[in-house]
């Protein structure tokens, strides 16, 4: 079964178990639902007739608001699980005694089951559907929520076709016995399975329910979020026509069929021809999705209503009703329903349960109470068809509403995506502007919008240079004669210097690297295709130089496809080497290198967005969102933004989808190795132009399968151009011909100084670029280190060993503050003071130590930020124990 639900319902692994238990209630609860609202709604009818359906309503509204009112309280302390039970425990206990009444042959018994069914529908909408929101996120839902309403369908389907066999077998009344005992039996049985299913959640209910809206604070945050407005037109104006629409199609039923036998029989038989093609619908919902859009999508549900109210204008027939019936059931449950599942998942997280409760309860019955209040006051003048021009305009506000929400969709994710960060690309808009402060509009800017206004190049910092003198200066040793050259450029754009500057983006140096860029912007679209070219083949850190060229100069001609055609190939065939390397037998070799390649392919899709960034002054800031609790909205705003060839590449990557599927859309778009062995993967990364990927690759097959096999691919890589290459290769074919081999010291050091807490979170790459400069020294017992009030101008990695930190050492008040041992280092307050040591360190046992000077440290920093956030957090953490 779940190979079914993965491969043909795109429900996976992780989200199966949450799936099959809600969709379990959904169909329970809506199976049984079906046969006690046709046997409502047809004794009702005949009773009391359509006339009073809209006083019912009415009551109906008043009745929610109160129950709604009520249950808002609660719940602030309980789950919303906890209050579905509480929800059907009552029906239960009420649909038995209401049983007794009916045999009793007590007419108000059909205005209280009445009641009862209506109020249901709300408690359902608000309670079920927030559990399932609890459950899956905004991406998720665009394939779970059609499923899950699938299973609604299925159950409402059912239940209608058996209706008319229950009743003739068991009479009409025994439906409420039936009703009654169900609900008893899925609350029992929620509240067993729930906590498992739930987890967390149901720990978080109370927590998340603290935040409430007063009335009057409702308008401001229509302004604010225009979501919200979006979902309240939504919530409101459907709950409108739906009431006038009911009270017609009651009339023309009525007419049309005399006895409440037959009446049953109609609704039980239309009523499941209508849901079972609904729920065969349901299964293609997601590919109307991909190829509408959800904002196309929700211009369906509108456009149906004014088609509907327009047709029963000029026919008022039970064919028109039941095109009506049956188009507003199959749109509602098929498209406008799971919409609007997906879109209250993209609510900001601080509004999203206040905003389900007020919307799906509040809203909802407000729009009843006011389509029941227009046709009580406007029935004694005007005739049931005639309140179709009334509902024809509400459906055109309606329209107009939704092309507004269509028009602003991707503004609206981003709002919600920047509640809780920083918007760089807003900072940098800003510092466009001068100090007068013109206006700054939240949405993207293209690189069209910015091609009349593109930056002027900061020409203050450069230095008229003769251009050969320049020229041959850009390779010279000194950092600073490098930048100054770099920089004469600026002035001169001598063309001759373009591919030498272009190498420049690569320079350790971030000042001439920086001039590098800065000069190369001035030569505008002349070098646009060079740049293009260059892309393709350059190193990652001049790629970034080179899109960053291309984005600050505003080039807007530029053509990325061959760009993101070989990257995102390349994300995919990795894709396959970490499934391979999951497999393998884990050992230090295999970790690093699946380390590794997750880590390249994150660098190809920063590099991806940085080239989209280009076109899209979002996709910064989306590709930070992606790593965070709003990912699922990020992907929704990247898929909405870009070019609708690049969605089908670009979004596998990206989202929350099993590796397996993700592999599997990757063999359809590109040529990909099919029979992906071990042996055929370790040979591609030994191939790969990433010289970290190639020395891994080597180093697992001199670790886990030397053999004679590879000993051909290795020998291609004894004269790599890259030393530590060449080391691993050697270490690779010595280990193939059976050799008793040490572990290379380049991959000893890389292992070992990612324990340090200060290299935490850093790559294999960053890390192989500190074990490159750092020096394994040795201390005897007793050597000093550090002495205390002596410069020192290292930090020092202990390996093994114990470390003596000692206060006034050699006198009379010698003290021993601490000892430290293997992952401590030592050296790093000076590194930021430039003070001289406030304490001796001195080993205690024989010790090893990396050492790095600190001009070597500052260098690494400045290219590997994370470094120096490590090691804020750990002086925080060391200024809190202190304080203790």
């Known amino acids: 079964m779940k190979r079914f639900a993965e491969k043909?319902?795109?429900?996976?692994?992780?989200?199966?178990?949450?799936?099959?238990?809600?969709?379990?209630?959904?169909?329970?609860?809506?199976?049984?639902t079906a046969i006690f609202r046709t046997y409502v709604d047809a004794a009702f009818l005949k009773r009391y007739g359509p006339q009073y359906v809209p006083w019912m309503l009415l009551i109906n509204a008043l009745l929610t608001f109160l129950v709604f009112g009520i249950v808002d309280r609660l719940g602030k302390r309980f789950a919303d699980l906890y209050l579905l039970v509480g929800f059907l425990s009552i029906y239960g206990v009420a649909s038995n005694i209401l049983f007794f009444m009916v045999k009793g042959d007590l007419s108000i018994s059909y205005p209280i089951l009445y009641q009862l069914l209506y109020l249901l529908d709300a408690i359902l909408l608000v309670y079920l559907w927030n559990i399932a929101g609890d459950l899956f996120d905004a991406r998720q839902g665009k394939r779970v929520f059609p499923m899950v309403t699938a299973a609604q369908v299925l159950g409402t389907t059912l239940g209608s076709f058996a209706t008319k066999p229950f009743t003739i077998g068991f009479g009409a009344d025994s439906t409420l016995i039936l009703f009654g005992f169900v609900c008893l039996g899925t609350g029992f049985f929620s509240l067993r399975s729930g906590a498992k299913v739930l987890g967390k959640l149901m720990a978080k209910g109370s927590a998340k329910k603290s935040v409430s809206k007063k009335l009057r604070e409702v308008p401001k945050l229509m302004m604010d979020f225009p979501i919200v407005r979006y979902l309240v037109i939504t919530g409101l104006i459907p709950n409108i026509l739906l009431p006038i629409f009911l009270y017609q199609f009651n009339v023309i039923a009525a007419h049309t069929f005399t006895t409440q036998e037959s009446l049953i029989s109609f609704l039980s038989i239309f009523r499941g021809i209508t849901t079972s093609l609904t729920f065969v619908l349901l299964f293609f919902v997601g590919r109307l999705y991909q190829s509408m859009g959800l904002t196309?999508?929700?211009?369906?549900?509108?456009?149906?209503?004014?088609?509907?109210?327009?047709?029963?204008?000029?026919?008022?027939?039970?064919?028109?009703?039941?095109?009506?019936?049956?188009?507003?059931?199959?749109?509602?449950?098929?498209?406008?329903?799971?919409?609007?599942?997906?879109?209250?998942?993209?609510?900001?997280?601080?509004?999203?349960?206040?905003?389900?409760?007020?919307?799906?309860?509040?809203?909802?019955?407000?729009?009843?109470?006011?389509?029941?209040?227009?046709?009580?006051?406007?029935?004694?003048?005007?005739?049931?068809?005639?309140?179709?021009?009334?509902?024809?305009?509400?459906?055109?506000?309606?329209?107009?509403?939704?092309?507004?929400?269509?028009?602003?969709?991707?503004?609206?994710?981003?709002?919600?995506?920047?509640?809780?960060?920083?918007?760089?690309?807003?900072i940098e808009a800003v510092r466009a502007f001068d100090s007068g402060g013109a206006a700054m509009e939240l949405g993207p800017v293209a690189v069209a919008d910015r091609s009349d206004e593109r930056p002027a190049i900061d020409t203050k910092g450069a230095t008229y240079m003769d251009p050969e003198?320049?020229?041959?200066?850009?390779?010279?040793?000194?950092?600073?004669?490098?930048?100054?050259?770099?920089?004469?450029?600026?002035?001169?754009?001598?063309?001759?210097?373009?591919?030498?500057?272009?190498?420049?983006?690569?320079?350790?140096?971030?000042?001439?690297?920086?001039?590098?860029?800065?000069?190369?912007?001035?030569?505008?679209?002349?070098?646009?295709?060079?740049?293009?070219?260059?892309?393709?083949?350059?190193?990652?850190?001049?790629?970034?130089?080179?899109?960053?060229?291309?984005?600050?100069?505003g080039l807007k001609d530029f053509e990325m496809i061959p760009f993101l055609g070989k990257e995102l190939s390349l994300a995919y065939s990795n894709l396959l080497a970490i499934r391979i390397l999951n497999g393998m037998e884990k050992s230090i070799s295999v970790d690093l290198l699946l380390r590794h390649v997750v880590e390249l392919n994150e660098e190809k899709l920063g590099l991806i967005f940085q080239a989209l960034w280009v076109y899209h002054a979002d996709m910064r800031l989306m590709y930070e969102a992606l790593k965070s609790e709003t990912a699922s909205l990020a992907v929704e705003m990247v898929e909405n933004s870009i070019n609708k060839e690049i969605v089908p590449f670009l979004i596998p990557l990206i989202e929350d989808i099993p590796l397996e599927e993700k592999i599997e859309k990757g063999k359809k778009l590109f040529p990909m190795i099919r029979n992906d062995?071990?042996?055929?993967?370790?040979?591609?990364?030994?191939?790969?132009?990433?010289?970290?990927?190639?020395?891994?690759?080597?180093?697992?097959?001199?670790?886990?399968?030397?053999?004679?096999?590879?000993?051909?691919?290795?020998?291609?890589h004894l004269d790599d151009p890259y030393p530590f290459v060449r080391e691993i290769a050697d270490y690779a074919l010595r280990r193939s011909l059976n050799e008793v081999v040490p572990m290379p010291d380049v991959t000893e050091r890389i292992q070992k100084l990612k324990t340090f807490t200060i290299f935490e979170g850093m790559g294999v790459?960053?890390?192989?670029?500190?074990?490159?400069?750092?020096?394994?020294?040795?201390?005897?017992?007793?050597?000093?280190?550090?002495?205390?009030?002596?410069?020192?101008?290292?930090?020092?990695?202990?390996?093994?060993?114990?470390?003596?930190?000692?206060?006034?050492?050699?006198?009379?008040?010698?003290?021993?503050?601490?000892?430290?041992?293997?992952?401590?280092?030592?050296?790093?307050?000076?590194?930021?003071?430039?003070?001289?040591?406030?304490?001796?360190?001195?080993?205690?046992?024989?010790?090893?130590?990396?050492?790095?000077?600190?001009?070597?440290?500052?260098?690494?920093?400045?290219?590997?930020?994370?470094?120096?956030?490590?090691?804020?957090?750990?002086?925080?953490?060391?200024?809190?124990?202190?304080?203790?």
């Not at 006198?811 to 406030?838: C, D, Q, W, Y």
Request: proline share 3%; charged share 20%; with cysteine.
């Open 765 to 884: 790459r960053e890390l192989h670029a500190i074990a490159s400069v750092v020096n394994l020294e040795h201390f005897e017992t007793g050597d000093i280190m550090i002495r205390e009030g002596e410069e020192n101008s290292s930090i020092y990695l202990i390996i093994t060993g114990n470390v003596r930190i000692l206060k006034d050492y050699g006198t009379e008040t010698e003290k021993e503050k601490v000892v430290v041992g293997e992952g401590a280092f030592i050296g790093e307050l000076s590194l930021f003071t430039r003070m001289a040591p406030n304490a001796t360190c001195a080993a205690a046992t024989p010790t090893d130590a990396y050492v790095l000077k600190h001009h070597q440290f500052q260098e690494i920093m400045r290219i590997y930020p994370q470094i120096g956030i490590n090691l804020c957090r750990f002086f925080t953490m060391k200024l809190r124990a202190s304080n203790y």
């Open 469 to 553: 003198v320049a020229l041959t200066l850009l390779d010279d040793e000194n950092a600073m004669t490098r930048g100054e050259a770099a920089a004469s450029f600026i002035l001169t754009r001598d063309i001759r210097a373009v591919d030498k500057l272009v190498k420049l983006l690569e320079d350790s140096d971030e000042d001439v690297r920086k001039a590098a860029i800065e000069a190369l912007m001035g030569y505008r679209d002349v070098i646009l295709p060079f740049l293009e070219v260059s892309l393709i083949d350059s190193p990652s850190r001049a790629r970034r130089g080179i899109l960053e060229v291309i984005r600050l100069a």
């Open 677 to 716: 062995t071990p042996d055929r993967i370790l040979t591609f990364l030994v191939n790969s132009e990433d010289s970290i990927t190639r020395m891994l690759a080597l180093f697992v097959i001199g670790e886990n399968l030397p053999g004679s096999s590879f000993i051909p691919v290795i020998k291609t």
């Open 8 to 32: 043909y319902l795109k429900i996976y692994p992780h989200e199966y178990s949450k799936f099959m238990w809600i969709s379990t209630i959904f169909f329970v609860i809506f199976f049984v």
């Open 296 to 426: 196309n999508a929700s211009l369906v549900h509108p456009i149906n209503f004014a088609v509907l109210f327009a047709s029963l204008a000029g026919f008022f027939n039970i064919f028109v009703a039941c095109y009506g019936q049956f188009s507003v059931i199959l749109i509602q449950r098929a498209i406008a329903g799971p919409v609007n599942k997906v879109l209250f998942n993209i609510i900001p997280s601080e509004l999203m349960t206040w905003s389900r409760i007020f919307i799906r309860g509040t809203v909802i019955k407000v729009g009843m109470l006011s389509g029941s209040l227009i046709m009580i006051i406007l029935k004694p003048v005007v005739d049931a068809q005639s309140l179709s021009y009334i509902a024809l305009v509400l459906s055109a506000y309606w329209v107009f509403e939704s092309l507004i929400f269509r028009k602003h969709y991707k503004r609206i994710l981003k709002q919600v995506i920047v509640e809780n960060k920083i918007d760089f690309d807003q």
